[in-house]
């Protein structure tokens, strides 16, 4: 081995402690910024539901009633006018 990789390792082995409480921490970190952002994925998909549920909830309580107003003289007549060709 070279000495630059004896005094890496060198100080590798002084500083072990150290570099592997870092790694545990980053590693812990990650892991609570991935569950973070899983709950706050949880959160917004169950408000989003609750959401939807209230809104059709809400439309189904309304009582609306659409009425429509159809001129059925013109249909008379073509039928009505229909009948007259046919018999003659």
């Given at each position: 081995?070279?000495?630059k990789k004896v005094d890496k390792y060198k100080e590798y082995k002084k500083n072990k402690s150290q570099i592997l409480k870092r790694e545990k921490m980053v590693k812990r970190l990650e892991f609570g910024m991935?569950?973070?952002?899983?709950?706050?994925?949880?959160?917004?998909?169950?408000?989003?539901?609750?959401?939807?549920i209230n809104r059709v909830d809400k439309?189904?309580?309304?009582?609306?009633?659409v009425t429509t107003e159809v001129d059925m003289n013109a249909y008379g007549e073509y039928i009505s006018a229909l009948k007259t060709a046919y018999t003659e």
């Open positions: 081995m070279s000495q991935i569950g973070v952002i899983c709950a706050l994925f949880l959160a917004w998909f169950v408000v989003s539901i609750g959401m939807n439309a189904e309580t309304e009582d609306t009633v």
